[in-house]
């Protein structure tokens, strides 16, 4: 590079180590040319092309030093762009995790919207029956409706024959008292013409005054009269049964009617001895058996 200018070395200098070292090739070579081809004075015109060209070069360093500037910022901005598209990708991530949660939610709730359209399904069905066996009880309730309707009316038909039933044995048993107590009075007035001479015949006991019915304390007594029994001055109380069982409740409540009379006669009598009688129209074996043993004497209408 002998020929090459100072000017032009320092130029040179300015440059790039690898723009320099390519730009200085090239002049060596055209150096070689010129001493080769070109003549003096044409030297001097190509050296200032070279220096047109170094000043170009320069321009282009420049241009290039301001597009390595924009090619930093590009990178960089590239960077940034990186790390938001790895943030939109981590996040396109999540959405694709959520998408496919939502996917599973949906096909569960999907699922369950089956088996629940299917539950709506047995529920309608279920009710359908329910309707026809609520329209088949209706029916039968208007049935029993109807039936208790008629129910009714017997149950007030026989209620009224049943009052007049009660009435018609009211009735009946007014006129049976009636007899009945008719008979009880004869059968009572017969006794009281028989029982002297049958007490006296069968017991010894014989009855100074006759027998009367009387009341003593409020007390009936059906037969009462004074009498003697071996030279000892008694009292005869006595009760009419038209009949008399063994049963243990006739019996019971038989025995306390004459045990009540009997008490009724001591409180007036006092310690006077008592002879207890029953008087009866029939009088069954065991009934006699029970009366013997608590010293009641037992006189039958058959006897007289």
Request: proline share 1%; charged share 45%; net charge negative.
């Amino acid at each position: 590079m002998g020929i090459l200018a100072l000017d032009l070395i320092k130029t040179l200098e300015e440059l790039d180590p690898p723009v320099r070292k390519a730009i200085i090739k090239v002049l060596e070579r055209i150096e070689q040319i010129i001493e080769d081809t070109v003549k003096r004075e044409d030297f001097f015109e190509l050296k200032n092309i070279v220096k047109e060209l170094a000043i170009a070069q320069k321009r282009t360093e420049e241009r290039v030093e301001e597009l390595a500037i924009a090619q930093k910022r590009t990178e960089e901005r590239v960077e940034e762009l990186a790390i938001a598209q790895k943030r939109t990708e981590e996040r396109v991530e999540e959405l694709a995790i959520a998408q496919k949660s939502l996917a599973e939610e949906v096909k569960r709730l999907a699922e369950e919207q089956i088996k629940l359209a299917e539950a709506q399904k047995r529920t309608e069905e279920r009710v359908e029956e329910l309707a026809i066996a609520q329209k088949r009880t209706e029916e039968r309730v208007e049935e029993l409706a109807l039936a208790q309707k008629k129910t009714e009316e017997e149950l007030r038909k026989l209620t009224e024959e049943h009052r007049k039933t009660r009435e018609d044995l009211k009735q009946l048993r007014q006129e049976f008292g009636g007899f009945t107590r008719s008979y009880s009075y004869a059968f009572e007035n017969e006794a009281y013409r028989n029982l002297p001479r049958v007490l006296k015949e069968k017991y010894g006991i014989e009855i100074v005054e006759k027998f009367v019915r009387t009341e003593i304390e409020d007390e009936e007594i059906n037969f009462f009269a004074r009498g003697k029994l071996n030279d000892r001055e008694i009292l005869v109380v006595g009760e009419a049964k038209l009949r008399f069982d063994e049963k243990k409740k006739d019996f019971e409540r038989t025995l306390k009617e004459l045990e009540r009379k009997i008490s009724a006669v001591k409180k007036i009598y006092g310690d006077k001895e008592i002879v207890k009688l029953l008087v009866t129209h029939f009088a069954k074996q065991g009934a006699l058996k029970m009366a013997e043993e608590r010293g009641i004497l037992v006189i039958q209408s058959f006897e007289w």
